[in-house]
């Protein structure tokens, strides 16, 4: 793979690169799983995967998914799939139609509406659950789950010669998995969070958290529909999972700055857990 020009994050067993500040852009690339989340303004790793999941309209979240659209079809690329919130894709057809006639090109794409609750395949063994959640327009977070297939309790201690015997057999020797592997909220209050024991149970969550001290309260933070980190440490210890990513930091809020929050205010026995994309 080609360097990145991006942030970069190594946790639980996942790589997460891209960008999420509040208000410009947001673009995220799990390479372990060949997904992008949200387009941001198409910056080089949003070509990395063809398959794109989509958590709302705003422009610093989609603005540049015609660019891409395009791009790859000028170098042979694959036509991307776009999953995306249902009330989306109405708006978003006419937006790259409109492109596609201003450059006189032809735009090729999938677009894949998606209502709160659908669970779509999105890889070998890779399903993603679309969550509705909380912000000024309709907008989904994605969990991914990954299926595991682990011998059957009662077949352990068995040679490999008997299991291969019973298979052939028809015998199902395997149970099938299902685990919530990595949840990308993208924009919303910290309701989600307390709604959804799916995102809570995810191994890795990415969490959007906008506002990092009283220069935006938390009425005010609410009322646009992120996350103020004072609600997201009142429950935080609610989250089961091994990694708390947070993003989509305000650029009022440096990362030094962050760091030294989650050091002096998180729970200790969380302290360890959070982790700060974003430079």
Known sequence: MPRLDADELEVAGLRLLGTAE???ETCLYAPDLKLVFDVGMAPPWAFSARRLLISHGHADHVGGLPYLVSQRGMKRLPPPIIHLPEELAPGLEKVLAAWAQIEGNDY?????PTAPGDRVQVGR???AIAIRTHHRIP???????RRVRKLKPALQGLGSRAIQDLR???????DEI???????????????????????????LVHECTSWSDARDRASTRAYGHTHIDELIEVAEQFEGEA???????????RAFALRVIQERFPAALRDKVFVLGS
Do not use: N, Q
């Open 22 to 24: 509040g208000g410009v």
């Open 108 to 112: 090729h794409y999938e677009l894949r």
């Open 125 to 127: 063994d890779l399903t």
């Open 139 to 145: 907008s989904l977070a994605w969990v991914i789950e």
């Open 168 to 174: 052939e057999a028809g015998t199902a020797v395997t």
């Open 178 to 204: 299902d685990t919530p592997i990595l949840c990308v909220s993208g924009d919303t209050t910290i309701d989600t969070f307390i709604e959804s024991p799916l995102m809570r149970s995810c191994k890795v």
């Open 244 to 254: 708390l990513v947070l993003v989509h930091r305000s650029l009022r809020h440096d």
